[in-house]
């Protein structure tokens, strides 16, 4: 599901949805914005690493390892991919 473009945020949560939920098998009722990465939802440093991994390829924009520190929820995790997408356009 790569995309060029930008994603509206609804798209974006979508997006960090579905890859919490393939990728790391959770389910998709625990998550919502406010879940905690790590104390609700589980993930180790690897899983958001590999959680990184999967936006970039869903989102196709790049993300920066210093960014892991930064997400701690899935909300979290939504704000970052919108803000790499303003640098992104800022940059057009």
Request: proline share 3%.
């Given at each position: 599901?790569s995309?060029?473009?930008?994603?509206?945020?609804?798209?974006?949560?979508e997006?960090?949805?579905?890859?919490?939920v393939?990728t790391?098998n959770?389910?998709?009722a625990?998550?919502?914005?406010?879940?905690?990465?790590k104390e609700?939802?589980?993930?180790?440093?690897l899983?958001?690493?590999?959680?990184?991994?999967?936006?970039?390829a869903?989102?196709g924009?790049?993300?920066d390892?210093?960014d892991?520190?930064?997400?701690?929820?899935v909300?979290d995790?939504v704000t970052?991919i919108e803000?790499?997408?303003?640098?992104?356009?800022?940059?057009?």
């Amino acid at each position: 599901m790569s995309h060029t473009g930008q994603l509206a945020t609804a798209q974006v949560a979508e997006v960090v949805t579905n890859v919490l939920v393939d990728t790391l098998n959770l389910p998709a009722a625990d998550v919502v914005p406010d879940a905690n990465l790590k104390e609700d939802l589980g993930l180790d440093s690897l899983d958001l690493l590999e959680l990184l991994a999967a936006i970039e390829a869903h989102v196709g924009e790049p993300v920066d390892d210093a960014d892991i520190g930064s997400i701690r929820t899935v909300g979290d995790a939504v704000t970052l991919i919108e803000r790499l997408q303003d640098a992104v356009r800022e940059d057009r």
